[in-house]
């Protein structure tokens, strides 16, 4: 099945606000950020937590207070792409080509149901 | 008790004020208030604020100031608001002694509201060449100050050919070294476990800011260095540039660029950018660092460009045009074992015997602050 990045992903210049509504909907506490097709980040619950606590404002960018080195995969093969998020302890891990351009998400946990 | 006020407003500056701070903080007969303001209270940059809180220094002010939009004219707009704020901050404070550094415009705003307000202002980093706006706001700050500490002979010359008083220039050498000097810098595993390095391959560290006076051609000429360590694809740490006019699209660019071998910091502590530079196989970019600090540790630096054009340099810098092939052969010979095997210990025009700082402090300790010190005429 291909799965919808939508709720998965924002641009550089969308709010905190908008990361925000996406992870609590995506129920997987990330979204990564992603501009013409390419990763540039990732921001996390934890990370829009911590700006709110800098001051930051719900309109402030994501570009702002993104994490600009997230683990990311290049494998093809399931298999392994599970074993690189297992290695890296995250709960989203942007699956890309060479080129950083962003294919799939590779999930720790199977969302809740509403 | 004598009160030095001192300004801040970026990690670059902040990691040689330091222990400058630490030093007044020991003596009983001294006390400073530390100004925070610009890059160091921005999230864009890293926050390094809280770089400062975790020093435990004594933060008095935080002056917000940085209008966005990084063009020239927030960044004049936004050193007017820095002069405005300084007004008031040092009404309350009431410094004895305004300590100020470098070439740029906060530290100029510094001295323009101290010398207008009779605080005797001290200026490290006095008289040495930079290129374009930079060179001009350090003259500019010269003409202001009331002390002016030289990082070397060459500096202090060049003040007294500026018509200043022989005893108001103080040959105390670079405490941007004294640090490096006395090793107190990240270490190797350190840096090799932060950034996910490999340090038996070579490492590029990448440090290039917008020219002011080159505004609007920073997108290109960064797009060159991208291209050349795109090239390399050796395993790279690059730094965001400071806030200068043009450093908002450069940023964008850089993360456009994000390769897997690449890792990019908004902002790195001082200790850790030692250890980066130590680690370092290159430095490629146009930071002053290249210049000043890379010769003692026998660093390679590629300077691209025009933005250190006038600045003394050791045969340790490798000049290039913004240029993808220039910048890539310039690191290809940088990293090749017969440039290292030439650069040769302490060949530098930048001096530092680890007790910079101290010297600095001695002197602002002990200066007569009277009409002398604060009446100045321009004696040439």
Redesign the interface.
């Known amino acids: 099945m291909e799965r919808d990045l939508s709720l998965f992903t924002v641009g550089?210049t969308d709010s905190l606000r908008l990361a925000m509504e996406k992870i609590d909907r995506n129920k997987h506490r990330v979204v990564v950020v992603v501009?013409?097709g390419?990763?540039?980040?990732t921001v996390s619950d934890g990370d829009v937590r911590r700006?709110y606590l800098?001051e930051?404002l719900p309109i402030?960018p994501v570009?702002?207070?993104m994490q600009?080195?997230p683990h990311?995969t290049?494998e093809t093969d399931p298999e392994r792409r599970r074993a690189a998020l297992l290695r890296e302890r995250v709960t989203v891990l942007p699956v890309v080509d060479e080129d950083?351009v962003l294919l799939d998400v590779e999930l720790a946990y199977e969302p809740f149901a509403d | 008790m004598r009160h030095i006020a001192i300004l801040t407003e970026a990690r670059s500056s902040y990691g040689y004020l330091r222990p400058i701070a630490r030093l007044i903080e020991a003596d009983p007969e001294l006390q400073y208030s530390l100004i925070v303001t610009n890059q160091h209270l921005l999230?864009?940059f890293g926050?390094s604020v809280e770089e400062i809180e975790r020093d435990g220094l004594n933060i008095t002010d935080r002056i917000y100031m940085t209008l966005d939009g990084y063009t020239p004219a927030t960044m004049v707009k936004s050193l007017g608001v820095l002069l405005l704020s300084l007004g008031d901050a040092f009404v309350r404070l009431q410094p004895d002694f305004v300590l100020v550094l470098g070439d740029r415009g906060d530290s100029l705003m510094a001295a323009l509201a101290g010398a207008h307000m009779n605080i005797p202002v001290a200026h490290i980093q006095a008289g040495e060449r930079s290129g374009n706006i930079d060179g001009l706001t350090r003259h500019a700050i010269t003409r202001f100050a009331h002390v002016h500490f030289a990082s070397g002979p060459d500096a202090a010359e060049r003040l007294r050919r500026m018509g200043e008083d022989e005893w108001r220039i103080q040959l105390v050498g670079a405490p941007q070294l004294d640090e490096l000097v006395r090793g107190d810098v990240a270490p190797p595993e350190e840096i090799a476990e932060r950034f996910e390095l490999d340090l038996t391959e070579p490492l590029l560290l990448v440090v290039q800011h917008p020219v002011t006076e080159e505004y609007g051609e920073g997108v290109e000429q960064m797009r060159e260095t991208l291209e050349a360590v795109c090239e390399l694809r050796h395993q790279t740490v690059l730094i965001f540039p400071n806030t200068d006019a043009g450093s908002d699209d450069l940023?964008?660019l850089v993360?456009?660029y994000?390769?897997?071998f690449m890792?990019?910091?908004?902002n790195v502590p001082r200790r850790v950018y030692g250890g980066l530079m130590q680690a370092a196989s290159a430095l490629v970019g146009n930071s002053s660092s290249g210049l000043i600090e890379a010769p003692a540790l026998n660093l390679p630096a590629i300077n691209v460009g025009e933005r250190q054009r006038d600045r003394a340099r050791a045969p340790n810098v490798i000049d290039v045009p913004h240029n993808r092939s220039a910048i890539a052969d310039a690191i290809r010979r940088a990293l090749s074992a017969e440039f290292r095997a030439g650069l040769a210990n302490g060949d530098s025009p930048y001096v530092s015997d680890g007790r910079v700082s101290e010297r600095i402090v001695e002197f602002l300790k002990t200066v007569p602050i009277d009409a002398r010190l604060l009446r100045k005429q321009i004696a040439y």
């Open positions: 550089p501009d013409e390419r990763v540039l980040g700006a800098h930051q402030t570009s702002q207070i600009l080195n990311v290049t950083n | 999230p864009d926050y940023r964008l993360e456009r994000h390769r897997p890792r990019l910091e908004r």
